[in-house]
């Protein structure tokens, strides 16, 4: 079957069509399972198919759209994270003991997005209790990155990066701690955006079979991925607001407007290199690329900044919070482990890894004086978005990289321009945004040499999310944006 025309059309474009009836819920639907089907078995972007019900759903989107009737998402196909739970299908998070756990109600953000009358085909594939940047279980296998599938298409929202690239889907959820949107939509051409910290009620996105219960992130959020800038607005809009069951009533957020609505407005800092993180050539060629384009079409650019944040200060510190954080669920044996190890450590071996050993073993007087330094840091970007409006950054330190399943992520490493450094250091590009709760919206660059996609993070300012999604609009209005993978590209 030839590629239908609306595959990789946006939720923006496809919305404008069935409202002119240029197209029906039930074709959009049906075109998606189509591509599903010719194409997953390469891929494996969709671990858990809900066709019949989305056919339904759609078919009551037609009969809505006939009757005159508007919602933001009304007929538009979307595929949710494995992580997050909708009723009657299996949340696993890749263990395998919880296969065949089946919450009985869909998580809030779900919910919210029935509600504004998303179609919604399936669930898409994780690694392993969200704690990779490749995304494979034993329960569901190895999702693969669709412009090379020998690489990864990033973790742990890989499935819906994967599935939007290959043009299953218009929009998808995505959830971020370690930078699992971010990097996801870097590794594969795309648009995502971590929200600020707690702007998106995230109950119901919960390991199995922990109750869906109110919840506030410490550091961890949800948010949206796309094709387009434009359309993570649009799903972000649908997903924002606080819990109901907290805030009492639900009510209307309204975030502030975007400081600028033009290029030439906005004033930027870039950054492309990291004390402890180096970049890649292509990472750092495709940053200056656009810190041109940019300067050229009026942005204020600027390369340095007493303001920023010392990164290999903050670095460290966000290293011992995730771990502070992730340590808590660790089985005892491996907590007995990580404390044996930490007796060990040196007063001077300050390595990411050292830091990440403190934060599994640290006792809570330890974590209060961290939470003390990040509200400083948090200070300190205040400071800074008074006199910048955006920072630019990369989210990892290279194009997607091949398949590496060993299972200690300790023993892995990353080759940056020749050189080797460890695996789970990468965390030092996506947590500057992550520590301080800041908004970053992920924006795709074109592809490398090698035809694999790059990308930079706009980290904007606190709860001033339209900021740098406006921008990232205004960038790809002007530069272009999200490329159909070749291989799949029919």
């Known amino acids: 079957m030839a590629k239908s025309e609306w595959s990789f059309k946006s939720a923006a474009e496809l919305s404008a069509a069935l409202i002119a009836k240029k197209v029906s819920a039930v074709e959009l639907t049906r075109d998606a399972i189509d591509r599903i089907e010719r194409h997953d078995g390469k891929i494996n972007a969709i671990c858990v198919r809900d066709f019949d019900r989305a056919l339904a759903t759609a078919h009551e989107a037609d009969a809505a759209i006939a009757r005159g009737e508007t919602q933001p998402l009304l007929g538009i196909p979307v595929t949710i994270k494995e992580s997050f739970n909708i009723a009657g299908l299996p949340t696993t998070w890749g263990f395998v003991p919880q296969k065949d756990f089946k919450p009985a109600e869909d998580a809030l953000a779900v919910s919210r997005i029935k509600q504004a009358g998303g179609v919604i085909l399936g669930k898409t594939n994780v690694p392993l209790g969200l704690g990779d940047w490749q995304s494979y279980n034993d329960i569901y296998g190895t999702t693969n990155n669709p412009y090379d599938l020998g690489r990864t298409p ?3 929202s890989g499935g819906s990066s994967a599935a939007l690239a290959a043009g299953y889907c218009a929009l998808a959820t995505g959830s971020d701690i370690g930078g699992s949107l971010r ?6 051409g795309l648009y995502a955006h971590k929200p600020t910290i707690n702007l998106c009620a995230a109950r119901g996105e919960t390991p199995p ?10 550091l961890a959020v949800i948010g949206p991925m796309a094709r387009t800038a434009a359309d993570l607005s649009l799903l972000l809009d649908v997903m924002a607001g606080p819990d109901p069951l907290e805030a009492g009533v639900a009510y209307k957020l309204e975030l502030p407007a975007a400081r600028h609505q033009s290029l030439r407005d906005f004033r930027v800092l870039v950054i492309d290199s990291h004390p402890l993180m180096p970049t890649d050539r292509d990472v750092r060629g495709a940053i200056e690329k656009l810190a041109t384009d940019l300067s050229k079409a009026g ?41 044996a190890r930490g007796i060990e450590l040196s007063p001077d071996d300050l390595s990411f890894g050292a830091e990440r050993l403190r934060g599994i073993t640290a ?31 990369p989210i990892m330190p290279t194009p997607a990289y091949p398949h590496d399943h060993s299972p200690e992520q300790d023993q892995r490493r990353i080759s940056i321009d020749g050189k080797d450094y460890p695996y789970s250091d990468q965390l030092a590009w996506p947590g500057i945004a992550t520590l301080p709760g800041l908004p970053a919206t992920a924006v795709p660059l074109g592809l490398s040499k090698g035809g694999l996609p790059v990308g930079v993070q706009i980290i904007g300012p606190y709860l001033e999310d339209r900021t ?8 790809e209005r002007e530069f272009g944006g999200f490329i159909p993978p070749p291989m799949f590209d029919d």
Do not use: K, N
């Open 154 to 156: 990033g973790g742990s």
């Open 183 to 188: 990097v996801p939509a870097f590794h594969c």
């Open 209 to 218: 079979p922990f109750p869906a219960i109110p919840r506030e992130g410490d």
């Open 299 to 339: 942005v204020t650019i600027t390369r340095e900044s007493a303001l920023l944040p010392d990164l290999a200060v903050t670095s460290r510190l966000y290293m011992r919070m995730l771990l502070g954080f992730l340590g808590a669920f660790f089985p005892p044996e491996e907590y007995a482990d990580a404390q």
């Open 363 to 393: 006792r809570h007087r330890a974590w209060v004086l961290d939470a003390g330094a990040r509200a400083t840091l948090r200070a300190q970007w205040r400071a800074l978005f008074r006199s910048f409006d955006a920072v630019i950054c």
């Open 468 to 475: 740098p999604l406006r921008f990232a609009e205004l960038i």
